[in-house]
């Protein structure tokens, strides 16, 4: 394992003989601009969140669309908007999980920021506010947001007619239905998502009040997982900026390398090759190419921290053997 990830002195020698200093530099430079690439995309979604992985996810096609879809957590807003089941009847609206996620939420924030008694009514009166526009939107919207999941019921019907998917008219009006869903589902969830993040943000900042010691608190949404698309949006940019200065310092390239070319390989599956509704993956296709080839030549040797690791290992691991002889 540990020859893989790092090349000796004489197959470093080997290697420079067989690319020459020309191949070596092409080389450094193919490291440097994905490590860049890389770099910039963690950057970027760090220093402007938003969340873009719902989307990709949704978009999955292929074999393993299931499983990506599977990732996009409350897909469809069910759990949001209160979805319940009714038989025979308009579905319901139950918004009584998210009153207690934020009933549960002001508790947490009092132990959080350890507040006496004092502190409460003012917290109280945040979250009584946010409940007050809560059941606000819920009276405005409530027709609306039944007539939503009457939509998606109807859709999950036409999903499981296997009859339905081989016609292709048909196919044609259940990606109909899918589009109008969409329209209503982000005009819907943006106003309840803003409600979400307005009693987070408040609520920190009454109980914080002058005190920045303490981290702001996490408001945990309903139904999350441990890998959702929501865990998704806070990992991904950190480990792409991880790979990309691991690439343009040189350091750790083959372990960088495989997790880059693992990402990106999912990427590429999520919209399966010669699917009729794939996107084109060629940037990424190619890149994952370009990045096992690092991987394969231990390019973190060419001008990179990999070679002084190396040096340094050779030394100690030759004092070792210089003290046991």
Same mark, same amino acid.
């Not at 989307?55 to 409350?74: K, S, Y």
């Not at 089941?85 to 918004?95: I, N």
């Not at 996490?218 to 900026?241: A, I, K």
């Not at 599956?269 to 190419?289: C, F, H, K, M, Y």
């Given at each position: 394992?540990?020859?893989?990830?790092?090349?000796?002195?004489?197959?470093?020698? +080997?290697?420079?003989?067989?690319?020459?200093? #020309?191949?070596?530099?092409?080389?450094?430079?193919?490291?440097?601009?994905?490590?860049?690439?890389?770099?910039?995309?963690?950057?970027? *979604?760090? =220093?402007?969140?938003?969340?873009?992985?719902?989307?990709?996810?949704?978009?999955?096609?292929?074999? $393993?669309?299931?499983?990506?879809?599977?990732?996009?957590?409350? *897909?469809?807003?069910?759990? +949001?908007?209160?979805?319940?089941? !009714?038989?025979? /009847?308009?579905?319901?609206?139950?918004?009584?999980?998210?009153?207690?996620? #934020?009933?549960?939420?002001?508790?947490?924030?009092?132990?959080?920021?350890?507040?006496?008694?004092?502190?409460?009514?003012?917290?109280?009166?945040?979250?009584?506010?946010?409940?007050?526009?809560?059941?606000?939107?819920?009276?405005?919207?409530?027709?609306?947001?039944?007539?939503?999941?009457?939509?998606?019921?109807?859709?999950?019907?036409? +999903?499981?007619?296997?009859?339905? /998917?081989?016609?292709?008219?048909?196919?044609?009006?259940?990606?109909?239905?899918?589009?109008?869903?969409?329209? *209503?589902?982000?005009?819907?969830?943006? @106003? &309840?998502?803003?409600?979400?993040?307005?009693?987070?943000?408040? $609520?920190?900042?009454?109980?914080?009040?002058?005190?920045?010691?303490?981290?702001?608190?996490? $408001?945990?949404?309903?139904?999350?997982?441990?890998?959702?698309?929501?865990?998704?949006?806070?990992?991904?940019?950190?480990?792409?900026?991880?790979?990309? =200065?691991?690439?343009?310092?040189?350091?750790?390239? +083959?372990?960088?390398?495989?997790?880059?070319?693992?990402?990106?390989?999912?990427?590429?599956? !999520?919209?399966?090759?010669?699917?009729?509704?794939?996107?084109?993956?060629?940037?990424?296709? &190619?890149?994952?190419?370009? /990045?096992?080839? =690092?991987?394969?030549?231990?390019?973190?040797?060419?001008?990179?921290?990999?070679?002084?690791?190396?040096?340094?290992? @050779? !030394?100690?691991?030759?004092?070792?053997?210089?003290?046991?002889?």
């Amino acid at each position: 394992m540990l020859r893989f990830f790092a090349i000796g002195g004489s197959a470093l020698e +080997r290697s420079r003989a067989t690319l020459g200093w #020309w191949g070596g530099l092409t080389l450094i430079a193919l490291r440097l601009v994905i490590g860049f690439h890389f770099t910039n995309e963690g950057l970027d *979604k760090i =220093l402007h969140p938003h969340p873009f992985t719902a989307p990709f996810l949704e978009n999955a096609v292929g074999p $393993l669309r299931g499983w990506f879809h599977g990732m996009v957590w409350d *897909k469809d807003g069910l759990l +949001r908007l209160g979805y319940q089941r !009714s038989e025979g /009847m308009l579905p319901q609206v139950d918004m009584q999980p998210t009153r207690d996620a #934020w009933g549960d939420f002001f508790a947490r924030i009092v132990v959080h920021y350890n507040l006496d008694e004092q502190k409460w009514p003012e917290l109280e009166r945040v979250l009584k506010s946010y409940l007050r526009l809560l059941d606000a939107f819920v009276q405005e919207h409530k027709e609306e947001i039944q007539e939503y999941f009457q939509g998606v019921e109807r859709r999950d019907a036409y +999903r499981r007619d296997p009859n339905r /998917m081989e016609v292709a008219s048909l196919r044609e009006q259940l990606a109909r239905i899918e589009s109008e869903l969409r329209s *209503k589902r982000q005009a819907l969830l943006a @106003r &309840i998502d803003a409600l979400w993040a307005g009693l987070e943000r408040d $609520l920190n900042q009454v109980a914080a009040g002058q005190d920045n010691s303490r981290s702001p608190l996490r $408001l945990v949404r309903l139904g999350r997982r441990w890998l959702d698309s929501e865990t998704l949006n806070q990992v991904v940019p950190w480990f792409d900026l991880f790979v990309g =200065l691991c690439l343009v310092t040189g350091a750790l390239v +083959r372990v960088a390398g495989l997790a880059g070319a693992v990402f990106l390989a999912a990427i590429v599956v !999520s919209q399966w090759p010669g699917d009729p509704q794939a996107a084109p993956t060629w940037a990424q296709a &190619i890149e994952l190419a370009a /990045m096992l080839h =690092l991987v394969a030549l231990g390019a973190g040797r060419w001008a990179g921290l990999d070679s002084l690791f190396a040096r340094c290992c @050779r !030394s100690c691991c030759g004092r070792r053997q210089g003290q046991t002889s």
